[in-house]
């Protein structure tokens, strides 16, 4: 199972945070058909995702990503596999945290930091 974590700032030259809705609503739809599970976080105007599925499908998502000028400031916190899926049943979980307190940061820049103290850092967050 391939996995991906990344981090990008909403590009605001032509977007606004009303197209978050939209990336997550196509995002959604396509994830469960390609078998894509993961989390994005959103903070009013950073991005931070987690995705994972066949290194492939996963492969040509992150191409996409990089490639959308929704996003700016890109930057691949981890990019590998691992046995099992994180997320089984999250097609894309979705989290605002703009109100709620976590350290994003913190989490990502740590140097122990792993696909799986992400999933523990975040568990407590309500998803939609």
């Known amino acids: 199972m391939r996995f991906v974590l990344y981090t990008s700032a909403l590009n605001q030259d032509g977007y606004d945070v009303m197209e978050v809705s939209s990336i997550i609503k196509t995002s959604r739809a396509k994830n469960i058909k390609n078998e894509v ?10 991005f931070t995702q987690y995705f994972e599925g066949e ?18 400031n890109i930057e691949v916190i981890l990019n590998g596999s691992h046995a099992d899926r994180l997320y089984k049943s999250w097609g894309m979980g979705y989290i605002d945290t703009s109100h709620q307190e976590i350290d994003i940061e913190k989490c990502i820049a740590s140097a122990d930091f792993s696909a799986m103290s992400f999933k523990q850092s975040i568990s407590r967050l309500h998803v939609d």
Do not use: E, P, Q
């Open 37 to 46: 599970s993961g989390v994005l976080l959103f903070d009013g105007m950073s």
């Open 55 to 72: 290194a492939d499908v996963v492969d040509t998502l992150l191409a996409n990503i990089l490639r959308d000028v929704r996003h700016k």
